[in-house]
């Protein structure tokens, strides 16, 4: 039997360039992990920021409460729904109003108003959704009903006014809609900060 001889410079291949392929390649493959794990963890966050998400969960509990509770429970439920669709409707008009270049006049800082004004009533109707009193929680919907109505109202007055709110539209008609707006909305928090707060326990 004839005996191997090992090539030097092959064992030296071995002894020094494996290791360093081998590191290479380790710090190339936890450099892509790192950079995965953070780019998951930015999606996740800006997920959450986004509130996608949170409305999401909150739209799934207010349909299951709509069909699943009692009536006061039930009227509620699509009372937020209610609420919320219009509010959503208004920020896309006056988006759409916006990147079209529309002349807006005071529009803008109405819709404010009145988003502030839903997001108060939309905490009032959480209030008695939760009200655990069946009796109480009948009490408070006609009342509550009235007030979506108004707002409602108030939002698809300022949807048909940015929907007519072309180039044909003088600024004078525009300031006289966003005077109008902006007294119903005020006139709405001030009856809703006198009266509304005595509804709810």
Request: net charge positive.
């Amino acid at each position: 039997m004839l005996p191997t001889t090992v090539d030097p410079s092959a064992a030296e291949f071995v002894t020094e360039v494996v290791p360093q392929i081998l590191l290479i390649g380790g710090a190339v493959v936890a450099a892509m992990g790192l950079a995965f794990a953070v780019t998951c963890w930015l999606v996740v966050r800006r997920i959450r920021r986004s509130g996608v998400v949170q409305r999401g969960v909150r739209k799934g509990s207010m349909v299951v409460r709509s069909v699943a509770a009692d009536d006061a429970g039930r009227k509620l439920a699509r009372l937020r729904m209610q609420l919320e669709r219009s509010s959503e409707a208004t920020v896309r008009s006056l988006a759409a109003a916006d990147a079209q270049g529309r002349p807006l006049g005071d529009l803008p800082a109405v819709a404010a108003n009145l988003a502030r004004a839903e997001r108060a009533l939309d905490e009032q109707l959480h209030l008695a959704q939760r009200e655990p009193n069946p009796q109480l929680r009948k009490t408070l919907v006609p009342g509550l009903s009235e007030q979506v109505e108004r707002l409602s109202g108030l939002s698809a007055e300022l949807r048909q006014s940015l929907l007519q709110n072309g180039h044909t539209v003088s600024t004078s008609q525009i300031e006289r809609v966003s005077t109008h707006l902006a007294l119903e909305v005020d006139a709405l928090r001030t009856w809703n900060t006198a009266y509304g707060s005595r509804q709810l326990p």
